[in-house]
């Protein structure tokens, strides 16, 4: 086992993971060292926190709509430029990953379907793939 | 004395894995239909201010919209907390962590509350 693979107790959550990153945040992108499981992890620690920052943003923009039609509609005409509607798709990649990921991360943390868990990663991968398309679609037909 | 404390955290935790996972599913269900009530099935994928408050003036969407908020802001500040203990912090600064994602959780919810009254009162 790799010193960055090493087992590291969650305080958050004691006795439930058995391997995460060291403390130091940067250590979290050393890829290279890691096992798929490992990086599924991290990456659904980083998607996590690039989600809450948008879910903060997001209700702020809400309070738009408290300035009536010509607040809330002037934000709508931004938002479905090319431009917002091709962060709407990265942001749904992000939403998907994360939330595929950590309903794999949940059905191993419980002990359920562990044998299976590489089948299990590849079959959430490609319905997070398919979905993605879907809605890339759907957002930029409008 | 100590061992009874660390049972007690552990049992916390567990809690908290246990919320953490829960509240993800729901989270499944929940923000699927935001996305498809909000972005997929509405011409020009967005609501307008019209279509906004017409939406939400329904009982049940209110109702099924203040469940989501309450959910998502439960799983966003459980999960940035877990995040933020894993950091190797010190016993005080985990408190202060605890207290900060705690309120700030209080803040969104009140906050998400007062704007959907507002806009209710419109209707």
Redesign the interface.
């Known amino acids: 086992m790799s010193p960055v693979d090493s087992p590291v107790e969650?305080?958050?959550?004691?006795?439930?993971s058995g391997q995460?990153?060291e403390?130091q945040?940067w250590r979290w992108f050393a890829f290279a060292r890691r096992s798929l499981g490992m990086a599924g992890f991290v990456l659904n620690?980083v998607a996590?926190?690039g989600?809450?920052l948008y879910?903060?943003i997001h209700?702020v923009v809400?309070?738009q709509?408290?300035r009536?039609?010509q607040g809330?509609?002037a934000f709508?005409t931004l938002?479905?430029s090319p431009f917002f509607?091709t962060l709407?798709v990265i942001l749904?990649a992000g939403?998907i990953g994360h939330?595929l990921n950590?309903?794999r991360v949940?059905l191993i943390?419980?002990g359920l379907l562990v044998p299976w868990q590489r089948r299990l990663l590849v079959v959430l991968a490609v319905l997070g793939i398919v979905l993605w398309v879907i809605?890339a679609v759907?957002?930029y037909r409008? | 004395m100590t061992h009874v404390m660390d049972t007690r955290?552990?049992n916390r935790?567990?809690l908290?894995?246990l919320g953490?996972?829960v509240s993800?599913?729901l989270?499944?269900i929940l923000?699927g239909l935001h996305?498809i009530a909000h972005?997929?099935v509405v011409?020009?994928?967005?609501?307008?201010?019209?279509e906004?408050m017409s939406y939400i003036g329904n009982p049940v969407i209110a109702a099924i919209e203040l469940i989501f908020l309450v959910v998502?802001?439960y799983h966003?500040m459980l999960?940035?907390?877990?995040?933020l203990?894993?950091?190797?912090?010190g016993k005080s600064q985990?408190k202060w962590v605890t207290r900060s994602v705690t309120a700030l959780g209080i803040i969104?919810v009140v906050?998400?509350v007062w704007?959907m009254s507002?806009?209710l009162s419109r209707v």
């Not at chain 2, 011409?43 to 019209?50: A, F, N, P, V």
């Not at chain 2, 999960?79 to 995040?83: A, K, N, Q, T």
């Open positions: 969650s305080k958050a959550y004691p006795g439930q995460l990153p403390h945040v620690r996590g926190l989600l809450v879910l903060l209700l809400l309070s709509l408290t009536g039609p809330w509609d709508i938002a479905r509607l709407d749904l939403i939330g950590g309903l949940a943390g419980n809605a759907l957002i409008g | 955290n552990q935790a567990g908290g894995w953490q996972a993800g599913v989270l499944l923000l996305m972005h997929f011409k020009g994928g967005l609501r307008d201010y019209q906004v998502v802001s966003a999960g940035l907390r877990s995040v203990l894993d950091l190797g912090l985990e969104m906050y998400g704007l507002t806009l």
